[in-house]
């Protein structure tokens, strides 16, 4: 027996009612009949059935979605804080080592040890820190705040050759008058 009513319009009839009774037809009909009504009726639950998945499905997605946002979002701060961390021991061994912030950026290494090391090879390699050298070349300023000026015509060397005393007494006295 092949389903033979597709359609569901949503009404049934007398004719359709299981507990109806027939004489005219005979026992051929009502069975008919109360097969078309058990299909109908089964159409309808699985339909219902049907949309409550959906419902559960989508509220089940919604759930998983937000949770899957706030994994992301703890993962993206964990992933932060671990490179503030990481910054900050970075200038605290620079800092130790009299690093500027700029050379202590550059220090490679995972834990304290590695970058006290990297520090040290950094130091032997290109010398003192940068302030170091900056206040070497650098003339200090006077207490008065205004700074000193070095002019120097063109034509002149750029330093002056040092003179021993002793030297320059000698010279004046083998000199004759």
């Keep these: 027996m092949a389903d033979e009513d597709d359609t569901d319009t949503g009404t049934e009839t007398a004719e359709d009612d299981v507990t109806s009774t027939d004489t005219d ?16 009726a089964r159409r309808a639950a699985e339909k219902a059935l049907k949309d409550a998945t959906a419902q559960l499905q989508a509220a ?9 946002r706030l994994q992301d979002a703890a993962a993206g701060a964990e992933r932060r804080a671990e490179e503030a961390e990481q910054r900050l021991l970075r200038i605290e061994v620079g800092a130790d080592k009299g690093l500027s912030v700029a050379q202590a950026k550059r220090l490679v290494g995972a834990t304290r040890e590695e970058l006290e090391a990297d520090a040290d090879e950094l130091l032997a390699t290109f010398g003192g820190s940068a302030k170091e050298t900056a206040a ?3 003339p200090k300023p006077r207490p008065g705040g205004k700074p000193t000026e070095k002019l120097r015509p063109g034509a002149a060397p750029e330093s002056e050759p040092k003179v021993d005393p002793g030297k320059l007494a000698a010279s004046i006295l083998e000199r004759p008058f």
């Design 25 to 40: 037809g005979g026992g051929e009909d009502g069975a008919q009949r109360a097969l078309a009504s058990e299909r109908r």
């Design 60 to 68: 089940a997605d919604k759930d998983k979605s937000e949770t899957q």
């Design 136 to 138: 070497e070349d650098k």
